[in-house]
């Protein structure tokens, strides 16, 4: 069955200094897309990043950048030069694309990010 | 401005007492989905429709109904709420391509507390 899998709660850094965030997956469709969300205490979901299963390059977006390790069912999610404004919990998700018929996401129980000064 | 909105934002209520949550979208999305938010759990899908008059169940339909009249809308009706539906709620829409880096588009989210 497809699931996401993130092993870390909550994770602190220090300001301006690099942070990986683990996400592992399980699917055993060919075709899939896997997501990264951002989502502050506020509440709202904030997509981030996005790595089709076909991509042979990593995603980049601005500060983030997702480390795409398909053999070992990875999809880790950097974010570069951290900033206070990027405390919250995030997501990571995975679409599986079978059959062109639902969209549906599935996601992980979220890490707690606290970026201290 | 492309938006998902939701109302209400908040919302208590008693067991037993019908509610609905409405979600609109202005993008034309074929694609909406209801989902839930548990401390620990992430995010479960409750329920989705592919277009007009199309709706299935998700992952935890349990307790919940929904409709698709029209495009742009897409309720979630408890009957009979009950306490284990408190719960952080997000209507989600997105275009029904499937093979295209496209991103679901979240609603600010519905916070109901069932007593």
């Known amino acids: 069955a497809q699931k996401i899998t993130q092993t870390q709660p909550g994770m602190f850094v220090q300001e301006k200094e690099a942070v990986t965030l683990d996400c592992t997956y399980d699917?055993?469709?060919?075709?899939?897309?896997l997501f990264w969300y951002k989502q502050p205490s506020s509440g709202e979901m904030i997509f981030l990043i996005y790595?089709?299963?076909?991509?042979?390059q990593n995603a980049t977006e601005g500060r983030y950048s997702l480390n795409f390790q398909k053999a070992r069912k990875s999809a880790n999610l950097v974010i570069s030069a951290s900033q206070l404004g990027d405390s919250a919990m995030y997501f990571c998700?995975?679409?599986?694309?079978?059959?062109?018929?639902?969209?549906?996401?599935?996601f992980g129980t979220g890490t707690l990010l606290a970026v201290q000064p | 401005e492309a938006q998902v909105t939701q109302n209400p934002r908040y919302l208590i209520t008693v067991t037993g007492k019908k509610l609905t949550v409405t979600c609109s979208q202005n993008m034309n999305h074929e694609y909406m989905s209801w989902y839930r938010q548990d401390p620990g759990l992430g995010l479960r899908q409750i329920y989705y429709?592919?277009?007009?008059?199309?709706?299935d169940k998700g992952d935890v339909p349990e307790g919940y109904k929904v409709s698709r009249k029209e495009k742009r809308n897409f309720p979630l009706i408890l009957e009979s709420p009950s306490p284990n539906q408190t719960s952080l709620y997000f209507c989600a829409s997105s275009p029904a391509r499937y093979l295209t880096s496209y991103e679901q588009y979240f609603g600010p989210g519905t916070r109901l507390t069932v007593t």
């Open positions: 429709s592919m277009n007009v008059e199309v709706t």
């Open positions: 998700a995975m679409r599986e694309d079978y059959g062109g018929a639902t969209n549906k996401l599935i």
């Open positions: 699917t055993s469709d060919q075709s899939y897309g």
């Open positions: 790595q089709g299963s076909y991509d042979e």
